[in-house]
């Protein structure tokens, strides 16, 4: 048997999805796996979802297993394990454009209890998907993303507070909530600055955004003008109503930035105690948790030195450790 990794996302604008399937293509190159990805770069649109259903089937080879990193692929194939990020399509349908969402609401209940194994990128989405189709329980396992840490952080940022937001184009990020918050906060420092990161997408219902005083907004950045962000940062804020993980919590934490999200059980997974919580829509205590990190250099100082403990647990090699056990219970003649 061989692994094919189902590469049509690869040539997509870069989310999480996108970034998670290019890490599990660098593990299986650490694993030393017997692979090929096959790919397309008509990746996005009616194309993309034809190419996957019509054309993908007929590149496999018998006994090929399908490796789907990117929520969706080819009905016909049985042999397939699918990684499914979250169930934000089922949850809240009206987060997403009408095409899109009837297509993920047809295919994905039907396709998700035909596949061989199920990989969920946090033990949230794991047990919500248990509770929500109870045939696939004994099917999943879980295979975190992963960061690589700084080893030590650097200095604080000087200047005026700054604030990182990404993904405003998405409803479950709450950019207005952001947005309400912020302006709070610029009452009682009007000198602070937001940088608000990435576009509306191609994905999501449209949403009225609108820059407010003292924002930022920079579209899409590469990873090196991201990160750099992140170095500069007061924190990075995260006011999601849901989430399937939310990396850009650990790639934060990783390098020194401390991170304010809210109170979901996804982030408690991820982020133990070292994000500051809050209640999701509640912009007072969002903006009281931006002051306490603006003000106080100590707070600061210790959500750093615990965000980077927290982000070293989701390493490249406990990555690869789960992706290989995930395999092997899926596909024992793969293992070595």
Known sequence: MALVLN?????????????????LQAALRRLELPFRTITTRHASGITGHLWEQLVLPLRLR???LLLGPANTGPWLVRDHVLVVHDLAWLEHPEWFRGAFGTWYRLLLPSLIPRVRGLITVSRTVADELARRVPSTAQRIHVVPPAVATDSEPGPAPTGPPLFLFIGPGDP?????TFQRAFALFRERRPEAQAVIVGDAGGVFARQELRPGPGETWTGRLDDDALFALMHRATALVMPSRYEGFGLPILEAMARGCPVIATDLPVFREASGDAALRVPVGDATTLAGAMTELANDPQSRAARVRS???RAAHYSFDAQDAALHQALRAYA???SH
């Open 307 to 309: 965000g980077l403990l």
């Open 7 to 23: 590469g049509r996302c690869l040539h997509r604008p870069v989310t999480g999805v996108e970034r998670y399937a290019v890490q």
């Open 332 to 334: 024992p003649e793969l």
């Open 62 to 64: 018998r006994h090929d």
């Open 172 to 176: 479950r990020k709450e950019v207005g």
